[in-house]
Protein backbone atom coordinates (compact mmCIF):
# COMPACT_ATOMS: atom_id res chain seq x y z
CA UNK A 1 0.00 0.00 0.00
CA UNK A 2 0.84 3.56 -0.71
CA UNK A 3 3.43 4.93 2.08
CA UNK A 4 1.89 8.61 2.59
CA UNK A 5 5.20 9.76 4.41
CA UNK A 6 7.34 8.82 1.46
CA UNK A 7 5.24 10.25 -0.87
CA UNK A 8 6.32 14.10 -1.68
CA UNK A 9 2.93 15.27 -2.97
CA UNK A 10 0.79 13.08 -0.95
CA UNK A 11 3.01 14.32 2.05
CA UNK A 12 1.64 17.91 1.30
CA UNK A 13 -2.13 17.16 0.24
CA UNK A 14 -2.50 15.09 3.32
CA UNK A 15 -0.49 17.59 5.81
CA UNK A 16 -2.69 20.34 4.04
CA UNK A 17 -6.26 18.22 5.07
CA UNK A 18 -5.46 17.77 8.36
CA UNK A 19 -5.38 21.28 8.64
CA UNK A 20 -9.32 21.22 7.14
CA UNK A 21 -10.14 18.82 9.68
CA UNK A 22 -9.09 20.61 12.38
CA UNK A 23 -10.94 23.91 11.31
CA UNK A 24 -13.92 21.48 10.71
CA UNK A 25 -13.87 20.73 14.24
CA UNK A 26 -13.48 23.68 15.58
CA UNK A 27 -16.22 25.08 13.91
CA UNK A 28 -18.73 22.48 14.88
CA UNK A 29 -16.73 22.60 18.84
CA UNK A 30 -15.98 25.86 19.59
CA UNK A 31 -13.63 24.69 22.89
CA UNK A 32 -11.42 21.74 20.93
CA UNK A 33 -8.01 22.83 21.53
CA UNK A 34 -5.43 20.69 19.14
CA UNK A 35 -2.15 18.76 19.81
CA UNK A 36 -0.57 17.66 16.87
CA UNK A 37 -1.70 16.46 13.34
CA UNK A 38 0.97 14.77 11.42
CA UNK A 39 1.20 12.68 8.07
CA UNK A 40 1.49 9.21 8.61
CA UNK A 41 2.40 6.11 6.68
CA UNK A 42 -1.34 5.29 5.99
CA UNK A 43 -3.04 9.33 5.42
CA UNK A 44 -2.96 11.45 8.63
CA UNK A 45 -4.89 11.95 11.82
CA UNK A 46 -4.77 14.92 14.32
CA UNK A 47 -4.88 14.88 18.22
CA UNK A 48 -8.02 16.59 19.55
CA UNK A 49 -9.04 17.69 23.14
CA UNK A 50 -12.81 18.04 23.33
CA UNK A 51 -13.32 18.23 26.63
CA UNK A 52 -15.50 15.54 28.39
CA UNK A 53 -16.79 15.39 24.88
CA UNK A 54 -15.76 11.67 23.53
CA UNK A 55 -16.14 11.03 19.06
CA UNK A 56 -17.50 8.27 17.48
CA UNK A 57 -17.92 7.03 14.58
CA UNK A 58 -21.72 7.94 13.83
CA UNK A 59 -20.18 12.23 14.40
CA UNK A 60 -17.15 11.72 11.48
CA UNK A 61 -19.98 12.61 8.87
CA UNK A 62 -20.46 15.90 10.45
CA UNK A 63 -17.31 16.93 10.45
CA UNK A 64 -16.72 15.59 6.92
CA UNK A 65 -19.82 17.65 5.73
CA UNK A 66 -18.25 21.10 7.66
CA UNK A 67 -14.75 19.94 6.27
CA UNK A 68 -16.79 19.90 2.41
CA UNK A 69 -17.82 23.23 3.32
CA UNK A 70 -14.57 24.53 3.90
CA UNK A 71 -13.16 23.00 0.97
CA UNK A 72 -16.56 23.94 -1.28
CA UNK A 73 -15.36 27.82 -0.26
CA UNK A 74 -11.63 27.69 -1.52
CA UNK A 75 -9.63 30.12 1.03
CA UNK A 76 -6.03 30.22 0.24
CA UNK A 77 -3.90 28.57 2.59
CA UNK A 78 -1.57 31.21 3.14
CA UNK A 79 2.34 31.25 5.42
CA UNK A 80 3.22 33.81 8.16
CA UNK A 81 6.54 33.79 10.47
CA UNK A 82 6.14 34.69 14.28
CA UNK A 83 9.23 35.15 16.57
CA UNK A 84 8.52 32.87 19.83
CA UNK A 85 7.67 35.98 21.81
CA UNK A 86 4.66 36.88 19.29
CA UNK A 87 3.98 32.82 18.89
CA UNK A 88 3.17 32.66 22.48
CA UNK A 89 0.98 35.59 22.77
CA UNK A 90 -1.01 34.31 19.37
CA UNK A 91 -1.84 31.11 21.28
CA UNK A 92 -2.05 31.98 24.70
CA UNK A 93 -5.02 29.81 25.37
CA UNK A 94 -3.78 26.80 23.82
CA UNK A 95 -1.67 25.05 26.31
CA UNK A 96 -0.96 22.17 23.53
CA UNK A 97 0.40 24.37 21.36
CA UNK A 98 2.02 26.71 24.29
CA UNK A 99 3.66 23.30 24.94
CA UNK A 100 5.20 23.15 21.76
CA UNK A 101 6.65 26.78 21.42
CA UNK A 102 7.90 26.15 24.47
CA UNK A 103 9.99 23.24 23.56
CA UNK A 104 11.43 25.16 20.10
CA UNK A 105 15.32 26.22 21.44
CA UNK A 106 16.05 29.82 20.44
CA UNK A 107 14.12 33.20 21.51
CA UNK A 108 14.71 34.54 18.14
CA UNK A 109 13.25 31.23 16.42
CA UNK A 110 11.10 31.65 13.59
CA UNK A 111 8.52 29.90 14.15
CA UNK A 112 5.72 29.53 10.93
CA UNK A 113 2.29 29.20 10.97
CA UNK A 114 -0.31 28.24 8.23
CA UNK A 115 -3.94 30.42 7.99
CA UNK A 116 -7.33 29.43 6.03
CA UNK A 117 -10.11 32.05 6.49
CA UNK A 118 -10.57 31.87 10.57
CA UNK A 119 -8.48 29.25 10.98
CA UNK A 120 -4.63 29.37 11.65
CA UNK A 121 -2.38 26.92 12.80
CA UNK A 122 1.09 26.55 14.29
CA UNK A 123 3.00 24.18 11.02
CA UNK A 124 6.13 23.63 9.71
CA UNK A 125 4.66 23.39 6.44
CA UNK A 126 4.66 22.97 3.36
CA UNK A 127 1.03 23.07 2.21
CA UNK A 128 -1.16 23.01 -0.93
CA UNK A 129 -1.40 26.72 -1.96
CA UNK A 130 -5.84 26.03 -1.35
CA UNK A 131 -7.74 24.06 0.23
CA UNK A 132 -10.20 23.13 -2.65
CA UNK A 133 -7.07 20.76 -3.01
CA UNK A 134 -8.37 18.45 -0.19
CA UNK A 135 -11.38 17.57 -1.91
CA UNK A 136 -11.01 13.60 -2.28
CA UNK A 137 -10.88 12.69 1.49
CA UNK A 138 -12.34 10.20 3.82
CA UNK A 139 -12.08 10.45 7.62
CA UNK A 140 -11.72 6.49 8.96
CA UNK A 141 -12.11 6.33 12.15
CA UNK A 142 -11.65 7.55 15.80
CA UNK A 143 -9.75 6.78 18.58
CA UNK A 144 -8.22 7.76 22.07
CA UNK A 145 -4.63 8.84 22.19
CA UNK A 146 -2.64 10.15 25.21
CA UNK A 147 -1.10 13.40 25.24
CA UNK A 148 2.17 12.94 24.39
CA UNK A 149 2.17 9.16 24.43
CA UNK A 150 2.16 9.19 28.05
CA UNK A 151 -0.49 7.35 29.91
CA UNK A 152 -0.31 9.71 33.00
CA UNK A 153 -1.78 12.47 30.70
CA UNK A 154 -4.69 13.31 29.57
CA UNK A 155 -6.68 11.41 27.00
CA UNK A 156 -7.27 12.99 23.41
CA UNK A 157 -9.46 12.53 20.66
CA UNK A 158 -7.02 11.06 17.55
CA UNK A 159 -9.11 11.46 14.07
CA UNK A 160 -7.53 9.47 10.96
CA UNK A 161 -8.18 10.73 7.51
CA UNK A 162 -6.73 10.25 4.29
CA UNK A 163 -6.12 12.86 1.26
CA UNK A 164 -6.03 11.84 -2.78
CA UNK A 165 -5.25 14.24 -5.99
CA UNK A 166 -8.38 12.30 -7.44
CA UNK A 167 -11.63 10.37 -6.50
CA UNK A 168 -10.31 7.41 -8.41
CA UNK A 169 -7.28 7.49 -6.44
CA UNK A 170 -9.43 7.35 -3.21
CA UNK A 171 -12.40 5.15 -4.27
CA UNK A 172 -8.92 2.61 -5.34
CA UNK A 173 -7.42 2.96 -1.33
CA UNK A 174 -10.43 2.31 0.11
CA UNK A 175 -11.04 -0.59 -1.77
CA UNK A 176 -7.70 -1.72 -0.72
CA UNK A 177 -8.63 -1.00 3.06
CA UNK A 178 -12.13 -2.89 3.14
CA UNK A 179 -10.00 -5.80 1.57
CA UNK A 180 -7.31 -5.47 4.57
CA UNK A 181 -9.94 -5.62 6.63
CA UNK A 182 -10.76 -9.31 5.36
CA UNK A 183 -7.35 -9.93 5.74
CA UNK A 184 -6.30 -8.49 8.75
CA UNK A 185 -4.89 -11.13 11.40
CA UNK A 186 -6.97 -10.08 14.43
CA UNK A 187 -10.20 -10.66 12.22
CA UNK A 188 -8.97 -13.90 11.08
CA UNK A 189 -7.11 -15.18 14.06
CA UNK A 190 -10.91 -14.20 15.91
CA UNK A 191 -12.94 -16.11 12.56
CA UNK A 192 -10.72 -19.34 12.61
CA UNK A 193 -10.60 -19.62 16.56
CA UNK A 194 -6.70 -19.48 16.23
CA UNK A 195 -5.89 -16.58 19.05
CA UNK A 196 -7.43 -14.88 21.65
CA UNK A 197 -6.77 -11.36 23.96
CA UNK A 198 -8.08 -10.94 27.12
CA UNK A 199 -7.31 -8.04 29.16
CA UNK A 200 -7.67 -9.36 32.53
CA UNK A 201 -4.83 -11.61 31.37
CA UNK A 202 -3.09 -8.13 29.79
CA UNK A 203 -2.80 -5.88 26.96
CA UNK A 204 -0.52 -7.67 24.11
CA UNK A 205 -0.29 -11.22 25.55
CA UNK A 206 -2.04 -13.52 23.18
CA UNK A 207 -3.09 -16.95 24.00
CA UNK A 208 -3.28 -19.82 20.75
CA UNK A 209 -6.50 -21.78 20.77
CA UNK A 210 -6.27 -25.44 19.96
CA UNK A 211 -6.04 -23.95 16.22
CA UNK A 212 -3.77 -21.61 17.14
CA UNK A 213 -1.53 -23.90 18.16
CA UNK A 214 -1.42 -26.81 15.66
CA UNK A 215 -0.23 -24.06 13.21
CA UNK A 216 2.37 -23.59 15.91
CA UNK A 217 3.44 -26.86 16.29
CA UNK A 218 3.53 -27.63 13.10
CA UNK A 219 5.94 -24.63 12.02
CA UNK A 220 7.86 -25.38 15.22
CA UNK A 221 8.57 -28.70 13.86
CA UNK A 222 9.21 -27.95 10.20
CA UNK A 223 12.01 -25.48 11.11
CA UNK A 224 13.45 -27.34 13.62
CA UNK A 225 13.50 -30.60 10.87
CA UNK A 226 15.28 -28.19 8.52
CA UNK A 227 17.79 -26.90 11.22
CA UNK A 228 18.67 -30.60 12.28
CA UNK A 229 19.48 -31.78 9.04
CA UNK A 230 21.96 -28.70 9.41
CA UNK A 231 23.53 -29.76 12.38
CA UNK A 232 21.77 -27.24 14.85
CA UNK A 233 21.70 -28.46 18.47
CA UNK A 234 18.40 -27.61 20.18
CA UNK A 235 17.97 -26.34 23.74
CA UNK A 236 15.42 -24.47 26.27
CA UNK A 237 16.38 -22.05 28.76
CA UNK A 238 14.31 -20.04 30.95
CA UNK A 239 12.36 -16.92 30.08
CA UNK A 240 14.05 -14.27 32.32
CA UNK A 241 17.64 -13.97 33.91
CA UNK A 242 19.95 -11.66 36.34
CA UNK A 243 20.06 -8.25 35.83
CA UNK A 244 23.91 -8.42 35.82
CA UNK A 245 23.62 -11.13 32.78
CA UNK A 246 22.07 -7.98 30.57
CA UNK A 247 25.18 -5.75 32.17
CA UNK A 248 27.29 -8.21 31.05
CA UNK A 249 25.92 -8.03 27.36
CA UNK A 250 25.49 -4.86 27.19
CA UNK A 251 21.61 -5.23 26.83
CA UNK A 252 21.02 -3.25 30.07
CA UNK A 253 23.11 -0.59 28.60
CA UNK A 254 21.64 0.04 25.56
CA UNK A 255 18.03 -1.91 25.80
CA UNK A 256 16.41 -1.53 28.85
CA UNK A 257 14.04 1.14 28.16
CA UNK A 258 12.63 -2.14 25.94
CA UNK A 259 12.35 -4.72 28.68
CA UNK A 260 9.87 -5.21 31.72
CA UNK A 261 10.92 -3.30 35.22
CA UNK A 262 13.21 -5.48 37.05
CA UNK A 263 11.77 -7.60 40.11
CA UNK A 264 14.03 -8.19 42.99
CA UNK A 265 13.49 -12.42 44.47
CA UNK A 266 15.84 -13.27 47.66
CA UNK A 267 18.30 -10.31 46.79
CA UNK A 268 18.36 -10.92 43.23
CA UNK A 269 17.08 -8.96 40.55
CA UNK A 270 15.88 -10.70 37.76
CA UNK A 271 14.13 -9.41 34.28
CA UNK A 272 12.11 -10.83 31.95
CA UNK A 273 14.27 -11.61 28.92
CA UNK A 274 13.87 -9.33 25.72
CA UNK A 275 16.42 -12.09 23.90
CA UNK A 276 18.30 -14.99 24.13
CA UNK A 277 21.65 -14.15 22.84
CA UNK A 278 23.25 -13.64 26.47
CA UNK A 279 21.47 -17.34 27.47
CA UNK A 280 23.00 -19.13 24.88
CA UNK A 281 26.39 -17.17 25.58
CA UNK A 282 26.58 -18.62 28.25
CA UNK A 283 25.33 -22.52 27.07
CA UNK A 284 28.99 -22.05 24.89
CA UNK A 285 30.91 -21.02 27.92
CA UNK A 286 29.99 -23.85 29.77
CA UNK A 287 32.83 -26.38 28.33
CA UNK A 288 36.00 -25.81 26.35
CA UNK A 289 35.99 -26.19 22.62
CA UNK A 290 38.46 -26.64 20.03
CA UNK A 291 38.37 -24.94 16.49
CA UNK A 292 37.16 -28.69 15.26
CA UNK A 293 34.43 -28.30 17.29
CA UNK A 294 33.41 -25.37 15.13
CA UNK A 295 31.08 -24.61 14.18
CA UNK A 296 28.68 -24.47 16.66
CA UNK A 297 25.04 -24.22 16.07
CA UNK A 298 22.38 -23.64 18.90
CA UNK A 299 19.16 -23.06 18.28
CA UNK A 300 16.22 -22.59 20.62
CA UNK A 301 12.09 -21.61 20.00
CA UNK A 302 12.47 -19.39 22.80
CA UNK A 303 10.27 -16.70 24.54
CA UNK A 304 10.62 -13.33 24.77
CA UNK A 305 9.06 -10.17 26.47
CA UNK A 306 9.10 -6.97 25.99
CA UNK A 307 7.53 -3.73 26.56
CA UNK A 308 6.01 -2.51 23.35
CA UNK A 309 4.13 0.78 23.89
CA UNK A 310 0.21 0.00 24.24
CA UNK A 311 -0.51 2.14 20.87
CA UNK A 312 2.25 -0.12 19.21
CA UNK A 313 0.59 -3.84 19.73
CA UNK A 314 -1.27 -5.20 16.65
CA UNK A 315 -2.48 -8.51 17.48
CA UNK A 316 0.35 -11.20 17.42
CA UNK A 317 2.60 -9.41 14.86
CA UNK A 318 3.55 -7.20 17.27
CA UNK A 319 2.93 -8.43 21.26
CA UNK A 320 4.35 -7.75 24.65
CA UNK A 321 5.54 -11.55 24.33
CA UNK A 322 6.21 -13.65 21.54
CA UNK A 323 8.40 -17.02 20.80
CA UNK A 324 11.55 -16.46 18.18
CA UNK A 325 12.71 -18.86 15.67
CA UNK A 326 16.60 -18.08 17.24
CA UNK A 327 19.89 -19.97 16.54
CA UNK A 328 23.30 -18.75 17.51
CA UNK A 329 26.46 -19.84 15.45
CA UNK A 330 29.63 -19.51 16.86
CA UNK A 331 32.26 -20.20 14.23
CA UNK A 332 36.06 -18.94 13.54
CA UNK A 333 36.48 -16.25 11.11
CA UNK A 334 37.36 -18.16 8.03
CA UNK A 335 33.91 -19.83 8.71
CA UNK A 336 31.95 -16.38 8.16
CA UNK A 337 31.39 -16.87 4.62
CA UNK A 338 29.98 -20.61 4.40
CA UNK A 339 27.67 -20.02 7.37
CA UNK A 340 26.56 -17.17 6.56
CA UNK A 341 25.72 -18.29 2.76
CA UNK A 342 24.28 -21.46 4.47
CA UNK A 343 21.62 -18.88 6.83
CA UNK A 344 20.96 -17.20 3.68
CA UNK A 345 20.41 -20.53 1.52
CA UNK A 346 17.94 -21.87 4.41
CA UNK A 347 15.94 -18.28 4.63
CA UNK A 348 15.18 -18.83 0.21
CA UNK A 349 14.69 -22.70 0.70
CA UNK A 350 11.94 -21.64 3.31
CA UNK A 351 10.44 -18.96 1.47
CA UNK A 352 10.36 -21.19 -1.75
CA UNK A 353 8.77 -23.88 -0.38
CA UNK A 354 6.15 -21.70 1.74
CA UNK A 355 5.06 -19.44 -1.19
CA UNK A 356 6.93 -15.79 -0.02
CA UNK A 357 7.70 -14.18 -3.07
CA UNK A 358 7.22 -9.99 -1.99
CA UNK A 359 10.43 -9.71 -0.21
CA UNK A 360 14.55 -7.91 -0.85
CA UNK A 361 17.60 -7.61 1.53
CA UNK A 362 18.41 -4.87 3.53
CA UNK A 363 21.90 -4.64 4.91
CA UNK A 364 21.56 -2.84 8.22
CA UNK A 365 24.45 -0.63 9.27
CA UNK A 366 25.85 1.58 12.42
CA UNK A 367 24.66 5.58 12.61
CA UNK A 368 28.77 6.73 12.78
CA UNK A 369 27.25 10.20 14.48
CA UNK A 370 24.93 7.63 16.45
CA UNK A 371 27.55 7.69 20.05
CA UNK A 372 24.28 6.42 22.42
CA UNK A 373 22.83 3.23 20.70
CA UNK A 374 25.77 1.43 19.27
CA UNK A 375 28.80 -0.46 21.11
CA UNK A 376 31.74 1.82 20.98
CA UNK A 377 34.84 0.27 18.97
CA UNK A 378 35.44 2.07 16.15
CA UNK A 379 37.76 -1.40 14.55
CA UNK A 380 35.31 -3.80 15.28
CA UNK A 381 32.46 -1.96 13.64
CA UNK A 382 34.65 -1.12 10.72
CA UNK A 383 36.06 -5.20 10.62
CA UNK A 384 32.58 -6.08 10.85
CA UNK A 385 30.73 -4.30 8.50
CA UNK A 386 33.38 -4.58 5.96
CA UNK A 387 33.56 -8.78 6.09
CA UNK A 388 29.50 -9.05 5.90
CA UNK A 389 29.72 -6.85 2.65
CA UNK A 390 32.34 -8.69 1.71
CA UNK A 391 30.37 -11.98 2.48
CA UNK A 392 26.76 -10.75 0.46
CA UNK A 393 28.87 -9.51 -2.56
CA UNK A 394 30.72 -12.85 -2.71
CA UNK A 395 27.68 -14.95 -2.60
CA UNK A 396 26.05 -12.29 -4.91
CA UNK A 397 23.35 -11.26 -2.73
CA UNK A 398 21.42 -8.05 -4.38
CA UNK A 399 20.84 -5.82 -1.16
CA UNK A 400 20.09 -1.86 -0.01
CA UNK A 401 22.21 -0.58 2.58
CA UNK A 402 20.12 1.07 5.67
CA UNK A 403 22.28 3.50 8.06
CA UNK A 404 21.54 3.43 11.62
CA UNK A 405 19.02 0.26 11.39
CA UNK A 406 22.43 -2.60 13.05
CA UNK A 407 21.72 -3.72 16.16
CA UNK A 408 24.07 -2.13 18.77
CA UNK A 409 26.15 -4.55 19.14
CA UNK A 410 27.09 -5.44 15.28
CA UNK A 411 25.76 -4.96 11.71
CA UNK A 412 22.67 -7.43 10.26
CA UNK A 413 21.08 -8.68 6.81
CA UNK A 414 17.38 -8.25 7.52
CA UNK A 415 14.89 -9.65 5.14
CA UNK A 416 11.62 -7.02 4.58
CA UNK A 417 8.61 -8.42 3.35
CA UNK A 418 5.84 -6.60 1.76
CA UNK A 419 2.79 -8.22 3.47
CA UNK A 420 -0.97 -8.40 2.11
CA UNK A 421 -1.95 -5.62 4.95
CA UNK A 422 0.31 -2.82 5.90
CA UNK A 423 3.83 -1.48 5.16
CA UNK A 424 6.84 -3.57 5.26
CA UNK A 425 8.41 -5.12 8.06
CA UNK A 426 11.27 -7.66 8.69
CA UNK A 427 10.71 -11.10 9.01
CA UNK A 428 14.11 -13.07 8.79
CA UNK A 429 17.66 -11.82 10.26
CA UNK A 430 20.49 -12.61 10.30
CA UNK A 431 23.34 -10.99 12.47
CA UNK A 432 27.44 -10.40 12.24
CA UNK A 433 28.61 -10.39 16.11
CA UNK A 434 32.34 -9.50 17.31
CA UNK A 435 31.03 -7.60 20.12
CA UNK A 436 28.88 -10.26 22.73
CA UNK A 437 32.03 -12.85 22.75
CA UNK A 438 34.45 -10.59 23.60
CA UNK A 439 31.83 -9.60 26.15
CA UNK A 440 31.51 -12.96 27.90
CA UNK A 441 35.36 -13.96 27.04
CA UNK A 442 34.30 -16.79 24.75
CA UNK A 443 37.15 -18.65 23.30
CA UNK A 444 37.95 -21.96 21.54
CA UNK A 445 41.84 -23.21 21.35
CA UNK A 446 43.02 -22.85 17.43
CA UNK A 447 45.81 -25.44 15.84
CA UNK A 448 48.36 -23.28 17.41
CA UNK A 449 47.00 -24.25 20.68
CA UNK A 450 46.39 -20.17 21.41
CA UNK A 451 42.86 -19.04 22.50
CA UNK A 452 41.08 -17.72 19.83
CA UNK A 453 37.33 -15.23 20.11
CA UNK A 454 34.54 -17.03 17.86
CA UNK A 455 32.46 -14.96 15.67
CA UNK A 456 28.61 -15.33 16.34
CA UNK A 457 26.11 -15.51 14.07
CA UNK A 458 22.56 -14.69 15.20
CA UNK A 459 19.76 -15.52 12.93
CA UNK A 460 15.63 -16.09 12.71
CA UNK A 461 14.24 -16.93 9.92
CA UNK A 462 10.56 -17.35 11.16
CA UNK A 463 11.77 -13.62 13.13
CA UNK A 464 8.86 -14.69 15.68
CA UNK A 465 6.82 -17.91 14.80
CA UNK A 466 4.17 -15.09 16.49
CA UNK A 467 4.60 -12.61 13.41
CA UNK A 468 5.43 -15.13 10.90
CA UNK A 469 1.68 -16.65 11.76
CA UNK A 470 0.50 -13.28 11.61
CA UNK A 471 1.90 -12.40 8.01
CA UNK A 472 0.86 -16.24 6.65
CA UNK A 473 -2.38 -16.02 7.56
CA UNK A 474 -2.87 -12.52 5.69
CA UNK A 475 -1.34 -13.71 2.82
CA UNK A 476 -3.40 -16.55 2.82
CA UNK A 477 -6.53 -14.83 3.86
CA UNK A 478 -6.57 -17.73 6.61
CA UNK A 479 -6.69 -20.25 3.96
CA UNK A 480 -3.68 -22.28 4.62
CA UNK A 481 -1.90 -24.93 2.88
CA UNK A 482 -3.16 -28.55 3.77
CA UNK A 483 0.08 -29.39 5.74
CA UNK A 484 -0.70 -26.06 8.07
CA UNK A 485 -3.89 -26.18 8.19
CA UNK A 486 -5.85 -27.21 11.96
CA UNK A 487 -8.18 -28.79 10.13
CA UNK A 488 -7.66 -30.83 6.77
CA UNK A 489 -10.78 -32.31 6.40
CA UNK A 490 -14.22 -32.52 6.87
CA UNK A 491 -16.36 -35.58 6.28
CA UNK A 492 -19.60 -34.88 5.83
CA UNK A 493 -22.54 -37.67 5.19
CA UNK A 494 -25.48 -36.42 2.71
CA UNK A 495 -27.95 -38.39 5.22
CA UNK A 496 -27.00 -39.36 8.55
CA UNK A 497 -30.01 -42.31 8.67
CA UNK A 498 -28.01 -44.22 5.35
CA UNK A 499 -24.59 -43.23 4.62
CA UNK A 500 -23.19 -42.69 8.23
CA UNK A 501 -21.31 -45.47 9.02
CA UNK A 502 -19.90 -45.03 5.42
CA UNK A 503 -18.60 -41.72 6.67
CA UNK A 504 -17.19 -42.73 10.05
CA UNK A 505 -15.32 -45.80 8.27
CA UNK A 506 -13.59 -42.82 6.15
CA UNK A 507 -13.02 -40.81 9.00
CA UNK A 508 -10.75 -43.65 11.33
CA UNK A 509 -9.16 -44.29 8.10
CA UNK A 510 -8.05 -40.67 7.99
CA UNK A 511 -7.43 -40.40 11.61
CA UNK A 512 -5.49 -43.88 11.74
CA UNK A 513 -2.95 -41.80 9.20
CA UNK A 514 -2.48 -38.51 11.56
CA UNK A 515 -4.60 -36.38 9.50
CA UNK A 516 -6.72 -33.69 11.30
CA UNK A 517 -9.92 -34.48 10.48
CA UNK A 518 -13.62 -33.66 11.50
CA UNK A 519 -17.05 -36.07 10.75
CA UNK A 520 -20.06 -33.53 10.64
CA UNK A 521 -22.56 -35.26 12.04
CA UNK A 522 -25.40 -32.71 12.69
CA UNK A 523 -28.47 -33.21 12.14
CA UNK A 524 -28.40 -30.56 9.64
CA UNK A 525 -28.85 -29.62 5.75
CA UNK A 526 -26.39 -30.64 3.52
CA UNK A 527 -25.62 -27.90 1.50
CA UNK A 528 -25.12 -26.00 5.06
CA UNK A 529 -22.62 -28.10 6.03
CA UNK A 530 -20.33 -27.71 3.17
CA UNK A 531 -20.98 -23.51 3.69
CA UNK A 532 -19.60 -24.34 7.19
CA UNK A 533 -16.68 -26.23 5.83
CA UNK A 534 -16.11 -23.77 3.28
CA UNK A 535 -16.26 -20.62 5.87
CA UNK A 536 -14.06 -22.49 8.18
CA UNK A 537 -11.15 -22.72 4.94
CA UNK A 538 -11.22 -26.39 4.89
CA UNK A 539 -9.17 -27.73 2.39
CA UNK A 540 -10.92 -30.63 1.51
CA UNK A 541 -14.73 -31.51 2.25
CA UNK A 542 -15.58 -34.91 1.71
CA UNK A 543 -19.57 -35.60 0.94
CA UNK A 544 -20.49 -39.19 1.28
CA UNK A 545 -23.55 -40.35 0.22
CA UNK A 546 -25.10 -43.65 -1.36
CA UNK A 547 -22.71 -43.45 -4.67
CA UNK A 548 -19.90 -43.32 -2.94
CA UNK A 549 -20.70 -46.17 -1.05
CA UNK A 550 -21.17 -48.71 -3.81
CA UNK A 551 -18.11 -47.82 -5.44
CA UNK A 552 -16.37 -47.71 -2.06
CA UNK A 553 -14.86 -44.44 -3.29
CA UNK A 554 -14.99 -40.90 -1.75
CA UNK A 555 -15.97 -37.51 -3.64
CA UNK A 556 -14.44 -34.10 -2.29
CA UNK A 557 -14.46 -30.14 -2.64
CA UNK A 558 -11.54 -28.39 -2.56
CA UNK A 559 -11.69 -25.29 -0.56
CA UNK A 560 -13.26 -21.99 -2.89
CA UNK A 561 -14.32 -25.05 -5.48
CA UNK A 562 -18.00 -25.64 -6.29
CA UNK A 563 -15.66 -29.17 -9.12
CA UNK A 564 -16.44 -32.43 -7.23
CA UNK A 565 -13.86 -35.19 -7.77
CA UNK A 566 -14.26 -38.79 -7.29
CA UNK A 567 -11.24 -41.11 -6.47
CA UNK A 568 -10.35 -44.23 -4.57
CA UNK A 569 -10.60 -44.29 -0.79
CA UNK A 570 -6.42 -45.19 -0.81
CA UNK A 571 -6.08 -42.51 -3.76
CA UNK A 572 -7.67 -39.58 -1.80
CA UNK A 573 -5.37 -40.86 1.49
CA UNK A 574 -2.18 -41.01 -0.10
CA UNK A 575 -3.47 -37.58 -2.61
CA UNK A 576 -3.48 -36.06 1.02
CA UNK A 577 0.45 -37.73 2.66
CA UNK A 578 2.19 -36.82 0.13
CA UNK A 579 0.92 -33.03 0.16
CA UNK A 580 2.20 -33.12 3.54
CA UNK A 581 5.32 -35.35 3.72
CA UNK A 582 7.43 -32.77 1.96
CA UNK A 583 7.21 -30.23 5.12
CA UNK A 584 8.04 -33.15 7.75
CA UNK A 585 11.56 -33.88 8.83
Not at 402 to 413: C, D, R, S, T
Not at 447 to 464: E, N
Not at 558 to 583: P, R
Request: aromatic share 10%; charged share 30%.
Amino acid sequence: MINFKENAKLNTLNHSCAHVLAQAVKHLYNDAKFWVGPVIESGFYYDIDLGDITLTLDDLPAIEKEMKKIIKDGKKIIRSELTKKEALEKFKDDPYKIDLINRMDEENTVISCYSQGDFTDLCRGPHMDTVKACKHFKLLKVSGAYFKGDENNKMLQRIYGVCFETEEELTAYLEELEEAKKRDHRKLGRDLGIFMTSDLVGKGLPMYLPNGYIIWEELENYIKGKEKKLDYHHVLTPPLGNVELYKKSGHWEHYQEDMFPKMEVDGEEFVLRPMNCPHHMMIYSNSIHSYKDLPIRIGEIARDCRFEASGALKGIERARTFCQNDAHLFVTPEQIEEEFKSVVNLILEVYQELGIKNYHFELSLRDKEDKVKYYQDENMWNHAEDTLRSVLDNIGIEYKEKIGEAAFYGPKLDVQVTPAVGNEYTLSTCQLDFCLPMKFNLTYVDKDGSKKTPVVLHRAVFGSLDRFIAYYLEETKGALPTWLSPLQVTVIPVNNTYHLDYANTIYEILKEQNIRVYLDDREEKLNYKIRESQIKKVPYTLILGQKEIDDNKISYRLFKSKETITLDKEQFVNKILEEIKKYKS
